[in-house]
């Protein structure tokens, strides 16, 4: 007969092993959403196991290439981040993800200088 420490134990160790084979198959290439099927837990559960581990999580999404020349400098000469958008056929979220990339510090909305 076991008691309730012997079974909280064996939870333990058995949960290590998840964790040690879902950082394995992560850092192996299997997205989240695999790894949470595989092994019967929410997404949100493999995420957050995986960044317990200390695993750096891989991007989502397609990666922002690098800006064009030219773009931090018209938002450092004084262009807003919709002004810059438009001068070089962005959107406004990539132009302000490519600063951001670039180690720009944004200005606060409304035009105020930092």
Do not use: C, W
Request: aromatic share 6%; hydrophobic share 40%; net charge positive.
């Amino acid at each position: 007969m076991t008691g309730p420490g012997d079974s909280d134990a064996r939870g333990g160790e058995r949960e290590l092993e998840v964790d040690a084979e879902l950082v394995r198959a992560y850092e192996g290439g299997a997205t989240i959403t695999e790894l949470a099927a595989r092994f019967g837990m929410t997404y949100y559960k493999a995420r957050a196991s995986l960044i317990s581990a200390g695993v750096a999580l891989r991007q989502v999404g397609p990666a922002t290439p690098p800006a064009p020349p030219g773009l931090v400098e018209a938002y450092l000469g004084g262009a807003n981040i919709h002004d810059v958008a438009k001068r070089f056929g962005l959107s406004f979220g990539v132009a302000r993800r490519m600063l951001l990339q670039n180690g720009v510090r944004l200005r606060p909305k409304g035009g105020g200088r930092t």
